[in-house]
């Protein structure tokens, strides 16, 4: 007698977290903003005892964001991005528009001072950068404004060494800017993207060559993923795989190379401040508004998009102490 086909087991429904994946990478959400997102996600799930945020609500959030500030002692900012993380889930993913959610009090970054290095302290910590590669690195943080991330992911094609500009795509909130090449960094960048080019060639003769294109750039222009002007111009010394598609390709050079770097100079130039690749940024800015540039240009360099945060710059013009004699000074 035959036997009854074996029903077919339904399909199980995606998990929260991989939901929460896919809608990130559709939004088109950076890798870093992801990894980021889930994890605040999955620690105010672990907070409540793994109860479906579909069950929770205005409480349930105020109460996780309350334990960062207070058991934690997270900064604001972290605060903020863990709140952020929340209103993702709950509009873009759950489809749920909760209007308690505006209400949450957020947590304001209280106004500092960013840390500047001055030009001899500048000098100094560059000439305890031995590695040519990770010198030029630091050289364009400083020279051109750059933030680290857009350093690391130049391509070939964003650099134009006669017209001395270096065009930074999908900078800090998804804008293109242009800034300055500094002409003594123009021999440097040309033998870099020499280096880059013959990287490229071995990767191509041995089956390779691909890099990760932005957006559905893959999609539409397939080729370009081997084309040497889509090629990060500081190339990573080894392949790697990419952690969404799966391909493996040669991605840029490592952060945390730089930042170790720029700790040591920093530590063996004798410079006590504390210092990171974006105190680079910040001397770039502070030395171009004592230099006398205009507060607008210096804006447009940065790639702020509002004049009130450079402004935080001008501290300098206003000289702080320098600009008063002390009584102590004074001839009776």
Known sequence: MPQPPTPTPAPRPPRLLDVVRDRLRLKHYSLRTEWAYV????RYIVFHGKRHPREMGKGEVEAFLSSLAVSRNVSASTQNQAMAALLFLYREVLGIELPWLDEVVRAKRPPRLPVVLNRQEVVAMRAQVEDPTLALVVDLLYGAGLRLTEALRLRVKDVELVRREVLVRDG??????????????VEPMRHQIAQARAIHEADLAAGQGRVWLPDALAAKMPSAATAFGWQYVFAAATLSVDPRSGRRGRHHLDEKRVQRTVKRAVQAAGIDKPATPHTLRHAFA??????????????EL????????????????????????????RAP
Do not use: C, F
């Open 39 to 42: 994890s605040w996600i999955k």
């Open 172 to 185: 800090k909130g998804g804008k293109d800017r242009v800034t300055l090449l500094p002409d003594s960094l």
């Open 302 to 329: 940065l790639g702020h998009a509002d004049v009130s945060t450079t402004m935080i710059y001008t501290h300098v013009l206003n000289r702080g102490g320098r600009g008063v004699v002390s009584p102590l000074d």
């Open 286 to 299: 502070t030395h171009l508004l004592e230099a006398g540039y205009d507060i607008r240009t210096v804006q």
